[in-house]
């Protein structure tokens, strides 16, 4: 195990440059909780919960204390529901959705993730009760998260999937629209999901996973940004070589935590997620990280560039400093989360096309963006099948999590609140692609997929 005293010299990057363990994530199998009878089934989901994670707000706290390193959230994943769940004989599974609710809350966890269906092919019976189930489920519980995989490399992308996930967006937007349709920033949709991911709201406990699993999420752009002030004007190679030693010094602090966390709740450790989360609170933005390389404002030429090059170099750093980096590792995008990506769009620098470019480098995708209210659901499908073909083509993670907030147009400032932060609504092509949407099928796996 590392050396508290390996770590002494991070203390000013808790101080004054916003480094935290954004999470500790314990994945969950609910495989033994398989029953036909409803309540048997929440039951046992229910118990298997609270016996598993009964101590992991205690131990979280109680390592954040000891070792001076400020650990955010506490989180859950769990076994896919649509996995789950197949045996019922039920129209919806909303009933689940609230059981884990009321479970997070006994543990004393702030978000639950897997009300999830992976649909990467088809979708069976369980997968679209599931997803028809999202919007009511997101609608009535606060801490629970939902994913559906809807495409991958080796699949190709389910466009049945796509269409029906456009409208359960709407659905979703227009049953939280109380509270700037708040349900969607719970809602993620994936081409290339990974089975370990500890961040939400993509979370789920991948059947590989074994029973459970200690994944630890770090972040620190803010130390990053700080790094890259002491060699401005330095050529790229001297600004790849300060995010890697930083990134070193970043995941040596989750490795710390996710050994600690692993040991005391006898959990087998599984991997540290490196990513470079941001906030949208002062000197914790991704955007920042860029303009310090030497752009105007993020969103103008050169960004996607810049992009790449922190994606990889946090990723070469950190693979050094951990026995096992996973989940999604690099940077993280979304709009609403990052003081510099709101401040971008408000200059005009940053437009929904270049965010699609920059994901083709980035960890994750078009991410907690506010779109306007009349967006129809044939146009949040195409964004996703525009997404999900930059993940498949790509052979990387892509998602989406669009918020169709109801009543608002471009230029609106809407509120989440917490982590979730807050965001200018986004214009978007007024040109459609109804007929696009409604053909269905589904796209083939391309040629990189026969790798056999």
């Known amino acids: 195990m590392l050396d508290i005293e390996e770590i002494l010299a991070t203390e000013r990057m808790f101080d004054q440059n916003k480094l935290d363990v954004r999470t500790v994530t314990m994945g969950i199998s609910l495989l033994g909780c398989v029953s036909s009878d409803e309540k048997t089934l929440c039951k046992n989901i229910y118990d298997t919960i609270c016996r598993k994670a009964e101590h992991l707000t205690q131990v979280t706290h109680d390592i954040s204390k000891e070792y001076g390193v400020p650990i955010i959230n506490r989180r859950i994943s769990v076994t896919p529901i649509s996995l789950i769940a197949g045996g019922l004989s039920v129209s919806s599974y909303v009933p689940i959705a609230e059981t884990l609710q009321k479970a997070a809350d006994a543990v004393g966890v702030d978000i639950l993730g897997g009300f999830s269906a992976l649909v990467d092919r ?121 995010i890697k030693n930083t990134a070193f010094m970043i995941t040596r602090v989750g490795q710390m935590v996710a050994e600690a966390a692993s040991e005391r709740l006898h959990a087998p450790f599984g991997i540290v997620d490196l990513s470079l989360a941001p906030t949208s609170a002062v000197g914790d933005s991704v955007a920042q990280v860029l303009e310090e390389m030497g752009l105007e404002s993020c969103g103008g030429p050169g960004t996607t560039a810049a992009l790449a090059l922190l994606n990889d170099a946090v990723k070469k750093g950190g693979l050094m400093a951990s026995s096992s980096v996973g989940g999604l590792s690099g940077a993280f995008i979304p709009v609403s989360e990052d003081l510099g990506m709101i401040e971008a769009v408000q200059k005009g620098s940053l437009h929904l096309e270049k965010l699609e470019a920059m994901t083709c480098v980035c960890s994750v995708g078009l991410d907690m963006i506010a779109v306007p209210g009349d967006t129809t659901a044939s146009t949040i499908s195409a964004i996703l099948a ?51 949407v409604a053909r269905g099928g589904k796209i083939p796996a391309p040629l990189r997929s026969l790798t056999n």
Not at 231 to 239: L, M, N, Q, S, T
Not at 395 to 423: C, E, H, W
């Open 122 to 242: 088809d979708m069976t019976v369980s997968d679209k009760i599931l997803i028809d189930s999202i919007p009511e489920a997101l609608a009535s519980t606060r801490s629970v998260c939902s994913s559906v995989a809807v495409g991958s490399t080796k699949a190709g992308i389910n466009m049945n999937a796509v269409k029906r996930m456009g409208e359960i967006v709407k659905e979703t937007a227009e049953l939280t629209k109380d509270n700037d349709a708040y349900g969607c920033t719970k809602l993620v949709e994936f081409c290339n999901a990974v089975e370990d991911n500890p961040f939400m709201a993509g979370a789920f406990h991948g059947i590989t996973q074994g029973d459970t699993a200690i994944h630890v999420g770090v972040s620190g752009p803010g130390v990053v940004k700080r790094a890259l002030e002491e060699v401005k004007g330095a050529p790229f190679e001297v600004v790849a070589k300060t």
């Open 386 to 436: 525009d997404e999900a073909a930059i993940g498949m083509i790509n052979n990387k993670t892509t998602a989406t999590r669009l918020i169709p907030v109801p009543g608002s147009k471009p230029g609106d400032m809407v509120q989440f609140g917490g982590l979730m932060g807050y965001a200018p609504v986004m214009e978007i092509s007024k040109f459609k692609a109804d007929e696009f």
